[in-house]
């Protein structure tokens, strides 16, 4: 089974500049959730997605947002690109059975630099 | 509120030795979930474990055993004979069902060095 795949690896943009990232979850799995990391703040949760609707939302400013498709591919897309907005961002996919107690299963992640 | 708490920030231990990584919670919730992750330098976080709050049973998994302590709130893990391929970014995390949806909350995580 193929894990869960974010696309591209590595970006480098300019401030003012926006950015979309890709993510494929694993087959099957109908969540998909978004993190931001860097070194001082650790894993910051952005959003969460299931059957296309967001289901819940991190304190993020509304230049980060994000979609669902039908096949459970989602994106984030990232406006008016700023310098602390560097980060490698995650992306993580789970079965989500309404138990909430399903593993995340994460993307190696996208690694942005804004210049 | 959900809280999680990885007081280690950085730990360094010789090859061989054993070494245990600290992980309290905080949680309301009567029924809950507790996770590990590691992540190494290649940045993909991978799932090791998980426990719900009705089991506290440890768990040992060849060199990789977890306490889990409701009575302090614990879900301690420890490595033993430590090699340099468990030099990674552990994460202890928190889940619960919140509104039908699955809330999870991550610690900060321990950076653990595994020094040949």
């Known amino acids: 089974k193929a894990g869960v795949t974010q696309t591209p690896r590595y970006l480098i943009k300019t401030r003012g500049q926006q950015v979309t990232l890709s993510c494929s979850p694993i087959s099957g799995h109908r969540s998909v959730s978004w993190y931001q990391q860097t070194p001082g703040q650790g894993l910051q949760f952005l959003f969460e997605?299931?059957?296309?609707?967001?289901?819940n939302k991190g304190n993020f400013p509304g230049r980060f947002s994000g979609r669902q498709f039908s096949n459970s591919r989602s994106e984030m897309n990232v406006s008016t690109l700023e310098l602390g907005d560097s980060a490698l961002y995650l992306c993580a996919s789970s079965l989500d059975m309404g138990q909430g107690n399903s593993p995340l299963h994460f993307g190696n992640g996208t690694r942005l630099t804004v210049t | 509120a959900q809280k999680v708490t990885q007081a280690q920030t950085e730990i360094s231990v010789v090859e061989k030795e054993d070494v245990t990584l600290d992980c309290v919670y905080e949680?309301?919730?009567?029924?809950?979930?507790l996770f590990w992750y590691k992540q190494p330098p290649s940045g993909e976080l991978v799932f090791l474990i998980r426990r719900n709050s009705f089991d506290e049973q440890n768990e040992i998994s060849g060199r990789y055993s977890w306490n889990f302590q409701k009575s302090t709130s614990s879900f301690n893990f420890t490595i033993t004979a430590s090699q340099v391929v468990d030099s990674a970014v552990y994460f202890c995390a928190l889940s619960a069902l919140r509104g039908g949806y699955q809330k999870v909350t991550f610690g900060t995580g321990t950076k653990l060095q595994v020094i040949p």
């Open positions: 949680t309301r919730d009567t029924t809950y979930y």
């Open positions: 997605y299931f059957s296309e609707t967001q289901r």
